[in-house]
Structures are given as C-alpha cells and as structure tokens.
C-alpha cells in the first residue's frame, strides 16, 4: 500500500501512553460501578413485572394527564416500564465496558485493499485455465448464444408486468381521466348533507363544496375514484365585480359559478377562498385561481386555469349542470395539449 | 426386498473416527468443538479481537442500523393486525367518534392496532418514530462521512451503497406513510399521483400501471404494502449486509493522532469491549424509541380520518424528509411546454424527479469527481478534519444550504403567516434563495477553514494561550503560551494538502487542470519543521529573558528536541 504524499514538519511521536482509570487504581470505585451495574440489571426484572401488571391490569380506555398532556394510561405506562427496562440494559452493559473491562486500546494492521499480486496471478490464470476448458474460445457462438438468451429472457420477465394496469389508450382515457359523472341535469348537492343546491339561497361571497348527485350510486373504490374527479365548488360573486366572457355567458347563474376543486397542479382538492379578491388557494403548493376571472392561475406552480362546469337552473331553481366539463379536471398529462384550455384574454 | 450387503468387520470404514481431542483453554472449549467440527467455526469467525476506533461520530451509522432492526422488530408487530386492503367497510369499533363511518379496510385496522391491541398504540408509535430517527441518523452519518473524506479510496462503493440505502430509505418511508389510508396519507399519494403522471412521455402509463387504473383505485396499498414489508426491506438487509462486510473487510478508517497512521488501525477489540459497548448502544437506541413512542403522539391517524379525495387539512406536510421535494415543487414556476400535441409537466417534474435524481446521482458521484479532480489514487484510512479540505467542507455546506431552502420552502405558508409577510414575497424570495445562498455558504465556509488552519497553524509555532498574562520589564503586557505536547503538534500536522495538478509528462486537460488549482486553491501552507524550530528557538530566547515560562519544567517547546518523551 502506498502512502499518499505527506510532509511531516513534526515527527509521529507514536502512541500515546495510556492513563489507568480510576476503576483500575481504586479497588473501591471498581466495586462502585460493579453495583452501579448489578443495581440497574435488577431493576429490569421489577420493570418487566411492571409492564404485565400494567398490560392486564390497566384498561385500554384510561386516560393519563401528565404534564398538562392527555395521555393514553396504557400505552404510557406500557411504554415507559419497557423503555426504561431497555434503557436499563444498554446503560449497564456500556457502563460495564468503560469501568470494568480491559480498556487496554490496541493495535492492528492494515493491509491494502487489493489482493497480493500473486493471488491475483492465480485467479487470472485459474480464469484463463477454465475459459480454455469451455472451449468458447474455439465454438464463439456458444457465448453469443448464451448471452442472447439469457437476454432475451429479460422480455418475458419485463412483458409479464403489461397488465399491472389497464392502458391508457386514448379510448380508456376518454373513459376515465377525462371524463366525470357530471352531465346534463345532474344536480348539484351539498357534499355533506347531499341537499339539492337552491341559487337563491346562496347569498353574494359564499362557497359551497358541492358533489354530484349521482355520486351516491357509487361505493367504494369507484366512489373515490368518481370523488377524486366531481368534487366541486360553487360560490356566488357579484356579477358586477367578476369578468365573464362572452364563451362562458350561461355557464353561470346570477353570477353562481361551479368550478372544479380539484387542483390543476398535482391534483389536491383546493380550498382556501378569500372572498374579497375571489381567489381561491390551494392548501398544498399555494396555487392560486382567480375565480373571478374563468379560473385562471395568479400564482403558484400550477400551470392551468382551474376546469369550470357549466351550470344552469331546473324548473324549480336548483342548480344542475349542463354537462360535463368541458376540459379533463386534475393535473395536465402528456397526451393531451392543454395549452388550448382557458388562458387570461380568452374570449 | 435389499439384502443386507455383506460387511467387511476389517473395513476401514467401519472405524470409529475420533477427532483429536485438543481441547481448547477453559469451559467453552467443548461446545466450541462440537461447533467447530461441523462448520468450521474458528475458520468463518476470523479475529473475534478485530480493532474498532472509537469516536462519536462513528455511532451516527450505528443508530441507523439498530433503528433499522427496531423498525423489523415492531413493523413485523403490526403486520399481525395491518389489513392492506382498500375495500369498503362500515367503522363499528372501539373509537366511537367513528363509529358508522365508511372507510378502508386499511384505515379500519390502523384504528384497531390504536384502539383494541393493547401496545398497538405504542408499537405504531414506536415503528413511526423510529423511521424519523432511521432516516436522520443515516443522513447525520452520510454528512459525517463525506465531510471527513471518508470516502475516498479505496471505500467509494461502500459509499455507493450508502446512497442506495439513503434513497431506498426514504422511499420506504414514504410506503409506510401511506399505508395507513389516513386523510395525510392519501393526499401524499395524490401527490405521488401527480409526481408520476408528469414524467415525459410515458407519465399517463406509469400513473395507471402503479395504480391499476385511476387513482386511487383499490391496488394501490396491498402493492406498498408489498414493497414497504418485502421488497425494500430485502433490498434494504441484502446492502446493509454488504455495508457491514465491506466495513469489517476495509476496517474501520480513524481520526489522525499520535502513531495512528494509514497501515495500522488503533482502538478497542470487538470481543468483548464493542459486543458491550455497541451491543449496549443497541439497547440504547431502542429505549430511547420506546420512550418517544410512550411519551411523544405521532400521527394520531384517527384525528385525521379516513382518506377523502375532496378534503385536505389545512397546512398538510409530508414527513420530514420529503420536505425538501415539497419546497422545490411549491416554488418552480409554472413551466409547462406544449409541443405536437403533447404537454410537458417541467412544473412538476424538475422538482420532484429531478430534483431527487439530482441529489442522488450527485451524491453517488462525488468520490470520484473529487478523485479527478486531485488526482488522487492512493488508499485513505486516515480522516480528514473537515478544515484541511476547505474545498470540499464548502461544497458540503453548499449543498446542506441548497436542502435546507428548499426545504424551507416547503413551509413557504407557515413562514409567510408567522412573520407577517406575504406568500408570494416568500415565494420569490426562495426562488432566489436557492441559488444565492448556497454560494455565499460556499464562501463562507471556506473562510472559515482557512481561518480555522491559521489557529491550527499558530497553536503549532506559539503553543497554546495559558490565560496567564504577564509584564515585561518595560512595562509591556502579553500572553504566555504553554507548548503544546508532541502529540497534538503532529496531529495538526500531518495532513496531506490539496495540490493542484502539475502537468508532468501526463497530459491533463485544462478543465482539469483548473478545477484541481481551484481546489487547492486559498490554502494555508502548513507549518514547516523550519519554521516550527525557529519559533521554538524564538520562544527559548523569551524564556531566557526572563519571561516566566508557563510550564515550568521545560523552558522551550519540546517540539524541537529529539527526545519528545519527556515533553509530556
Ligand atoms: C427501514 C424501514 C422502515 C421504515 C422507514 C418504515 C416506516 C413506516 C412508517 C412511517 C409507517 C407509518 C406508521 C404510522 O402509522 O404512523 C409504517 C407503517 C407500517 N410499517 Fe413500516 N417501516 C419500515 C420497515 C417495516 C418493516 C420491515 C415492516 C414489516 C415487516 C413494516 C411494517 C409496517 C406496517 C404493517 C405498517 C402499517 C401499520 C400502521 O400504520 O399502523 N415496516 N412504516
Ligand atoms: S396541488 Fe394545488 S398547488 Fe399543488
């Protein structure tokens, strides 16, 4: 092993010398920390009694309050007669090691990390000695072959995982990411009480987290699936104070409108809505909306104007959609270009 | 049926062979024989009595270990109750706040082990906190050894497969994290969603391959689930095990002092002082998690709820170490590209892939472009005290400012709200942050090693300050200094520094060639044994004019005499 290049201005004076220990010059302090050490371990067993007295004795539901903090009895008490048990254990054994055994240090070599030049040797001749013995040398295509196939192999192994999903097809795609179970008529209900929505009774500055209708048909997994695209929110602006554009004139109602809640950015459902400036603000990466102004980003890493459902009213003045929405709801992905979606100017 | 087959009385096989019976020293030596008959045992144990250094940096890896065996010990715990399944039901158990509410089975069984297993609580507790401390420890123990130079030659794979164990780390993590089907923990897979959705070209794919389908779908959990309590796990224990065999195979490198040196190795025996003292640390480590999980809440699942697509806590964070993915993605601009008829997610992808592979790709490659860069082939067993490679202690500090704003960004709205400034102003802020400060960390830093080689440099030539001051005959005051011992004098020393590369004979290219005079650039020459005479002669002449030396028992620095026993 080479050193690496080093001028030593000062001479290595070797090792220094080692200072006996208290423990190893006075009997009576060795025979303190001997106790110290046999006192902690027959604490464990005390500890250990202490944790099965508490599992059987102390019931589930018991609350503990321990500075100021509402605990949970059990799994505090579980906890604490178990950790300092362990505690105890690390403690001692450390404790055992620096006072009482040998703390004589020694020294050992090191040698390079290589192998010496002559096992080298061996093994590029063993090698050599045994490519001669396959006789690949002489037949090429034995190792070709064999490299080939094994190769190959890697396509079955890599092709059997094509059904981890089905594939998103511009067909399948059209059914699900870009698709909702808005529609036509479908009314707008209270995403909690799941009562129909009234437009007269929505006052000026109020926003609603609205669901689909129909989304109660739904459990399950095809509920959230359904739920992670139709949420909703439906809030009231002064028609005065807002920009409606000539496009999007009777998707609203009385200046009502029904946007998606669900983030353009990664796809959170948004909703911090400052009722002076109408934006709307997305709790996880702070995108911001302009709901006053078709859903159009102000701020933040969303690329995208927020998907606007078109609403309209039934016969008797409940809020229902008019369709679908007319963009996919959720973060942009590749196959589709969405720099066609609604931008700030847009008529 | 078979005959017997005749028996040869005489055969030799018939013989009973008895193995020499050269017992070992004291009582072990029978069980020890009988193991050793059959597997070898003193051949595959090799030297019980190997040498570990001790320092107490060197127990940052350890506390990542022993977190890692906690976290099989408790995650092995609850997958007894963990249901990993998101199909449907009805809430009827012990937690009335929910009773009757729909949720996952998931979810269900994560309030099971909180509510009706006695322990359970803990147990989660205990698993969750010691996956903090698993992932810390391992990142508190990769900056110790890359600012030590630990991981030069010939130990660079064993730093490669640090940086494996670190990004499989938190991807294990981040599995475990979802596993509950909690409100935070479905929000973080929809952030996931999202994250692979934007990948180029083959996002949309990727999205409903991991999913089966649209998010979220109901594969999802059982899949992390496999990859949270098998495949990462193995991966995890199949390099760990390679760690270790790499660390007993180098040995273990240790700090520069006195006879320490690049072919010896100083310290304790394994047997018996590091079985008790890590063996100990061991025990330590898990107390300590039991404690936390006893006394410390975390991730009160049921005050969340069951995950729900169209709700979010306000202020929802990832773990810890996600954080600094979390502040890139909130503070990129809205780069989006749209071309054919595609659309380009830069907003999405820089910082969450991107970032991540940045940081891993540029941590598994830093030993060998430093080694490029120096020229360096030679092996190192000795560490480098973070001062004496200034280049590379400022590169480390850079990258460390360069995580901690975005990492700070992540809480772009909590600093925006505390200090009463507005979100955007924040926003722009980090923008500029991430770039400005790691260079003025990167200066700073450097200066300060320089400055700190300069105190090392005049602890060497003036002794050290004894706090005595005295006055000269002519009325002057001034501080006397006590020598210091020939130990410390070498180990301020001895170390090798940074030269930049002098074409001799070899061509080396000028990008090469100015990047290692940039690394070797700004340092101070150390001491020469010269200089060190002449300040120890200096330092005679005071003593001999009077100036009361300190220490009295010898009036010049003992650096110069040949016999530096006595200067102890
Ligand atoms: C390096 C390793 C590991 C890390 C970083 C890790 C991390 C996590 C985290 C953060 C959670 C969420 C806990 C919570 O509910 O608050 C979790 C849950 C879980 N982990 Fe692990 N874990 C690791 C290894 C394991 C292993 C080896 C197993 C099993 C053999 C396991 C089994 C589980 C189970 C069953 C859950 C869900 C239970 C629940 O949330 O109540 N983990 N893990
Ligand atoms: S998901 Fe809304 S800003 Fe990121």
Redesign the pocket.
């Given at each position: 092993m080479n050193d690496p290049q080093t001028d030593l201005p000062v001479p290595d004076p070797g090792l220094e010398e080692h200072p006996p220990r208290f423990t190893d010059v006075d009997d009576a302090a060795a025979d303190r920390a001997y106790k110290q050490i046999v006192g902690m371990l027959a604490a464990v067993p005390v500890l250990v009694v202490a944790f099965l007295v508490v599992y059987f004795a102390v019931p589930r539901d018991a609350e503990l309050v321990l500075f100021g903090a509402n605990l949970k009895m059990q799994t505090t008490l579980l906890g604490l007669t178990a950790g300092v048990a362990t505690l105890l254990i690390g403690i001692s054994a450390i404790h055992w090691a620096r006072m009482l055994m040998s703390d004589e240090e020694i020294v050992g070599d090191r040698h390079g990390a290589a192998s010496p030049p002559e096992a080298r040797e061996r093994v590029l001749t063993d090698l050599e000695t045994g490519i001669e013995a396959s006789g690949i040398r002489r037949r090429k295509l034995l190792g070709t072959g064999m490299a080939g196939a094994l190769g190959m192999m890697a396509l079955p192994a890599v092709v059997s995982l094509a059904d981890m999903g089905p594939w998103p097809t511009a067909e399948l795609r059209a059914k699900t990411i870009e698709k909702t179970i808005w529609a036509e008529g479908v009314h707008l209900v209270n995403d909690v009480t799941f009562t129909r929505l009234k437009a007269t009774e929505l006052v000026v500055g109020q926003l609603v987290n609205a669901q689909p209708e129909t989304l109660q048909e739904y459990h399950g997994a095809a509920l959230q699936q359904q739920k992670a695209k139709a949420s909703i929110i439906v809030v009231r602006m002064d028609p005065n104070s807002i920009r409606i554009p000539e496009s999007r004139r009777d998707w609203q109602v009385d200046g009502i409108l029904c946007y998606s809640k669900i983030c353009t950015h990664v796809g959170c459902p948004i909703s911090l809505w400052e009722q002076q400036t109408h934006h709307l603000l997305c709790p996880c990466h702070q995108s911001t909306f302009d709901l006053g102004n078709s859903g159009v980003v102000v701020f933040g890493p969303a690329a995208r104007a927020l998907p606007q459902l078109p609403i309209t009213t039934d016969a008797e003045g409940y809020l229902v959609a008019r369709s679908d929405f007319t963009v996919p709801v959720g973060p942009s992905y590749f196959e589709r270009d969405s720099s066609k979606d609604f931008q700030e100017g847009d008529r | 049926m078979a005959k017997p087959a005749e028996l040869n009385p005489d055969s030799p096989a018939l013989e009973v062979r008895t193995p020499p019976k050269d017992a070992g020293p004291g009582k072990l030596a029978g069980p020890a024989t009988w193991v050793d008959d059959r597997i070898g045992l003193a051949k595959l144990a090799g030297n019980i009595r190997k040498v570990f250094p001790d320092h107490w940096s060197f127990l940052l890896g350890e506390i990542a270990l022993y977190?890692?065996v906690i976290?099989?010990l408790?995650?092995?715990f609850?997958?007894i109750?963990?249901k990993?399944s998101m199909a449907e039901v009805e809430y009827a158990g012990t937690y009335e706040l929910m009773h009757g509410i729909p949720m996952s089975e998931?979810f269900a069984?994560?309030l099971s082990?909180?509510f009706d297993i006695r322990g359970?609580l803990l147990v989660?507790?205990i698993?969750?906190w010691?996956?903090?401390l698993?992932?810390a420890a391992m990142t508190a123990h990769m900056l110790r050894v890359f600012f030590t130079g630990a991981f030069r030659k010939p130990r660079e794979l064993n730093w490669i497969i640090g940086i494996g164990l670190f990004s499989?780390?938190l991807v294990?993590?981040?599995?475990?994290?979802?596993?509950?089907d909690?409100l935070l923990?479905g929000t973080g897979l929809r952030f996931v969603d999202g994250l692979v959705r934007s990948i180029p070209l083959i996002g949309t794919w990727a999205e409903f391959f991991i999913f089966g389908g649209e998010f979220p779908g109901e594969l999802v959990i059982p899949r992390l689930?496999m990859v949270?309590?098998?495949l990462?796990?193995g991966l995890?224990l199949g390099l760990i095990s390679a760690h270790m065999a790499l660390l007993v195979y180098h040995k273990h490198t240790h700090w520069p002092g006195p006879g320490r040196t690049n072919r010896n190795i100083q310290g304790y025996p394994f047997f018996p002082i590091y079985v008790a003292k890590a063996g100990g640390f061991f025990f330590i480590v898990f107390g300590v998690t039991i404690l936390m999980g006893a006394l410390m809440q975390?991730?009160p699942?049921w005050l969340y709820g069951p995950y729900n697509p169209s709700q979010v806590t306000a202020g929802s964070q990832p773990?810890w170490y996600m954080g600094f993915v979390e502040g890139a993605i909130r503070i990129i601009p809205n780069w989006e590209w749209h071309i054919l008829g595609t659309t380009w997610s830069w907003n999405i992808f820089l910082p969450g892939v991107g970032l991540m592979g940045l940081l891993f790709t540029g941590l598994a490659l830093y030993p060998f472009i430093e080694a490029w860069i120096t020229g360096d082939t030679s092996e190192h067993h000795l560490l480098d005290r973070p001062r004496n490679a200034p280049v590379r202690t400022a590169i480390g500090v850079a990258g460390m400012t360069a995580y901690a704003m975005f990492w700070l960004s992540g809480g772009n709205d909590i600093i925006a709200t505390q200090f009463h400034v507005s979100l955007n102003a924040v926003t722009y802020f980090m923008r500029v942050a991430v770039f400005v400060a790691p260079v003025i960390a990167f200066i700073v830093t450097k200066r300060i090693c320089i400055s700190l080689q300069r105190q090392d440099a005049e602890r060497v030539l003036h002794g050290s300050e004894s706090g005595v001051i005295v006055r000269s005959p002519d009325g002057g005051f001034s501080e006397a200094h006590v020598p210091i011992t020939p130990g410390e004098a070498y180990s301020l020393t001895r170390h090798p520094q940074p030269k930049a590369l002098v074409p001799n004979g070899k061509k080396v290219g000028r990008l090469r060639r100015r990047l290692s005079a940039w690394y070797a650039d700004g340092q101070l020459p150390k001491p020469t044994a010269a200089e060190i005479a002449g300040a120890a002669h200096h330092g005679a002449i005071e003593a001999d004019h009077g100036t009361p030396a300190v220490d009295a028992g010898h009036d010049a620095p003992a650096l110069e005499g040949s016999d530096a026993g006595d200067a102890r």
């Open positions: - | 977190s890692f976290l099989l408790t995650g092995v609850l997958t109750w963990f990993p998931a069984s994560t082990i909180s359970g989660r507790q698993h969750h010691a996956a903090m698993f992932v499989m780390g294990e993590g981040f599995a475990g994290y979802s596993l509950p909690d923990s689930y949270h309590i098998l990462i796990p995890l975390i991730n699942v773990d």
